[in-house]
């Protein structure tokens, strides 16, 4: 089972969770290992928001004054290649690249999860409406976030998410208990969001 949401949203997520907010505390409970990984993209490099990693870290200009190795980094927490934080790292590739070739696939979206959640239930023979429309259902929203980049950091983002994106719609083509309706939904909803990579045939 994949829950998924949209590569723009589910990577400004990750890029959240994955900054500390107490880096003594943060040592202290996961590591060295994983405090150098950290240590390396939020604080050796000036990447302390969405918007300063793709405008400092990805896009082009003499004025950013941001390193190669920097940059380096950038582009490796984005496409998933560095080791700079568990949520970034462990993305939809690397859950993909695990599966058997014949995997029988069921997606939860989370943008329709009370939907998308019913409908596996009832799939696999389980009570049918288990989540009711007046259920509460805590998610993490970062859409806000994404809503607030520049118009050129969205593309960037967007651009170099590009294999992400592919993996993404792969998973919800061969999602067994999405219908044909419901898969396109998802894919208009993505073409909003990166209409170049939504039309990109992997």
């Known amino acids: 089972m994949f829950v998924v949401t949209d590569p723009l949203t589910r990577f ?5 969770s994955d900054i500390p907010t107490n880096w003594e505390d943060f040592r202290s409970k996961h590591g060295e290992r994983q405090y150098h990984f950290h240590k390396e ?3 050796d490099c000036p990447f302390h928001s969405l918007e300063e990693l793709i405008y400092l870290g990805v896009a082009d200009g003499d004025n950013r004054n941001t390193s190669n190795v920097c940059r380096q980094r950038a582009l490796g927490a984005i496409d998933g290649t560095g080791h700079y ?3 970034m790292y462990y993305n939809y590739q690397y859950y993909v690249e695990g599966l058997p070739k014949d995997a029988k696939i069921i997606a939860i979206r989370s943008e329709h999860l009370m939907e998308d959640w019913n409908s596996a239930e009832s799939m696999i023979g389980g009570v049918e409406n288990i989540l009711s429309p007046d259920q509460t259902i805590l998610t993490n929203d ?3 976030e994404v809503e607030m980049l520049s ?3 969205k593309r960037l983002l967007c651009e170099k998410l590009c294999n992400e994106i592919q993996v993404y719609k792969k998973v919800l083509t061969v999602a067994m208990n999405l219908n044909t309706k419901q898969k396109q939904k998802s894919f208009k909803e993505l073409k909003a969001s990166c209409p170049k990579e939504a039309a990109t045939e992997s």
């Open 12 to 16: 400004a997520s990750a890029f959240h």
């Open 151 to 153: 118009n050129d950091s």
């Open 142 to 144: 970062v859409s806000s």
């Open 41 to 43: 993209l939020f604080m």
């Open 85 to 87: 934080g568990t949520q």
